[in-house]
Structure formats: structure tokens, C-alpha cells
């Protein structure tokens, strides 16, 4: 069983910057595709960007392409998303997840484990 614990999240004006991690235990990590997903009030969770176990393949969602990046340390288990230029819409509930995969997938459907979410604010 594989646990997720993400971190980082806060209160930011629009414009500013934070970086989430996502730390994984119980499981060999760094074969693990890794992907964040963001889930604001009332609304379906959505795909923001993965990256495959390797670390060569990345993808992102459209509205967050040029601001966001995501990258991961295999040595530390870790994963994390460097959101730039925020904007009130960024705001939500940020999930990390891992799946048994190379090619980093960008539905939800296809992670197998998740963490418990970190609460991104964004304020104008």
C-alpha cells in the first residue's frame, strides 16, 4: 500500500508563487508514475499535470502551461508542482497520485493511489 502526503498549500495573492510536494511511502516509489489534480468546490476533479517514472515525459493541462512545472526526486520518493503567476481560478484542492506506469497519464481513472489534498487560495 502505497501512502501520499501532500504539502505546500496556502493563501497567495494572485501573481505570487508556492510549490507543492508530494512525498510517497510504502511502495517502490520511483517507478511510479506521479500526477497532481485539482478539485474546487462543487466540481469534478481535473487533470494538471503528470510526469512519467522516469521524469523524461511531462504533461499539462492548457490554463496552466508556462506557469506551472512539475518535476520529481526518486531518491527522496518526491514529487512537486511549482505553480507561478497564480490566479484566483487556481483555487482549489490540489491531490497527488501515483500509478504503476512509465508514460505519466493524464485521466484520473487511471491512478491507483492518492494523497489527502492540499488547499491552494488564490486571492485577487
Known amino acids: 500500500q502505497v501512502q501520499l502526503v501532500e504539502s505546500g498549500g496556502g493563501v497567495v495573492q494572485a501573481g505570487g508563487s508556492l510549490r507543492l510536494s508530494c512525498v510517497a511511502s510504502?511502495?517502490?516509489?520511483?517507478?511510479?508514475?506521479m500526477g497532481w489534480f485539482l478539485q474546487a468546490p462543487g466540481k469534478a476533479r481535473v487533470f494538471v499535470s503528470s510526469?512519467?517514472?522516469?521524469?523524461?515525459?511531462?504533461y499539462y493541462v492548457d490554463s496552466v502551461k508556462g506557469r506551472f512545472t512539475i518535476s520529481r526526486d526518486n531518491a527522496n520518493n518526491a514529487v512537486f508542482l511549482q505553480m507561478n503567476n497564480l490566479k484566483p481560478e487556481d483555487t482549489a484542492v490540489y491531490y497527488c497520485?501515483?500509478?504503476?506506469?512509465?508514460?505519466?497519464?493524464?485521466?484520473?481513472?487511471?491512478?491507483?493511489?492518492w494523497g489527502q489534498g492540499t488547499q491552494v487560495t488564490v486571492s485577487s
Open positions: 497520485a501515483a500509478d504503476y506506469s512509465d508514460y505519466g497519464p493524464t485521466s484520473a481513472y487511471e491512478y491507483d493511489y
Open positions: 510504502g511502495g517502490a516509489s520511483s517507478r511510479f508514475s
Open positions: 510526469i512519467s517514472w522516469s521524469g523524461i515525459k511531462s
